[in-house]
T-cell receptor, first 111, second 115 residues
Framework: GDSVTQMEGPVTLSEEAFLTINCTYT??????LFWYVQYPGEGLQLLLK?????DKGSNKGFEATYRKETTSFHLEKGSVQVSDSAVYFC??????????FGQGTTLQVKP | GAGVSQTPSNKVTEKGKYVELRCDPI?????LYWYRQSLGQGPEFLIY????????DSGLPNDRFFAVRPEGSVSTLKIQRTERGDSAVYLC?????????????FGPGTRLTVL
């Protein structure tokens, strides 16, 4: 069945460091890919998405490129801030729109 | 405008009791989804509605779980004979339409604790 695998956390970085959170997927169809973020005490919110191969989603300095050949959608940011500390979820959707999530990766950014 | 709202925010119940969890989607959104998130895990799909009908209930774990959306707006997730394993955060999301490309907007969740 369809699934998403994320790198395990927590990921701890110093402010201004480069961030990569790996995400790979398995899907029978042609999925759309998403990154959702959950800040402490808040609900899930969409960070970025890509709906077809080679698309790049971007938002708030974060980027991810839909790589069909490697079935990946890695999240990157060039310079993280303390305010980026949160749990990040990679997800896919095929057909009807129901989302299949990875297990989440906790990011801690220290000043 | 108003986002997705869920009530109650917290629910503590005893094993064997019946509970109802409510979701108010964003006005005008035809699609509504329920997910369950256990501690340290990503959300897991339960059911989704297109309008008033449950279009896919393949994620409901067993027949103790049931959901309705009688007027195509508010939805209620109902759990009978609750078990300790039902303890989780129940999330509701809505989207304008049901396609794989559409963005889902999530509510804050209901934290259910079964003692």
């Amino acid at each position: 069945g369809d699934s998403v695998t994320q790198m395990e956390g927590p990921v701890t970085l110093s402010e201004e460091a480069f961030l990569t959170i790996n995400c790979t997927y398995t899907a029978t169809g042609y999925p759309s890919l998403f990154w959702y973020v959950q800040y402490p005490g808040e609900g899930l919110q969409l960070l970025l998405k890509a709906t077809k191969a080679d698309d790049k989603g971007s938002n708030k300095g974060f980027e991810a490129t839909y790589r069909k050949e490697t079935t990946s959608f890695h999240l990157e940011k060039g310079s993280v801030q303390v305010s980026d500390s949160a749990v990040y979820f990679c997800a896919l959707s095929v057909g009807t729109g129901k989302l299949i999530f990875g297990q989440g990766t906790t990011l801690q950014v220290k000043p | 405008g108003a986002g997705v709202s869920q009530t109650p925010s917290n629910k503590v119940t005893e094993k064997g009791k019946y509970v109802e969890l409510r979701c108010d989607p964003i006005s005008g959104h035809t699609a509504l989804y329920w997910y369950r998130q256990s501690l340290g895990q990503g959300p897991e799909f339960l059911i989704y509605f297109q309008g008033t009908g449950a279009a896919d209930d393949s994620g409901l774990p067993n027949d103790r779980f049931f959901a309705v959306r009688p007027e195509g707006s508010v939805s209620t997730l109902k759990i009978q004979r609750t078990e300790r394993g039902d303890s989780a955060v129940y999330l509701c999301a809505s989207s304008l339409i049901t396609t794989s490309t559409d963005t889902q907007y999530f509510g804050p969740g209901t934290r259910l604790t079964v003692l």
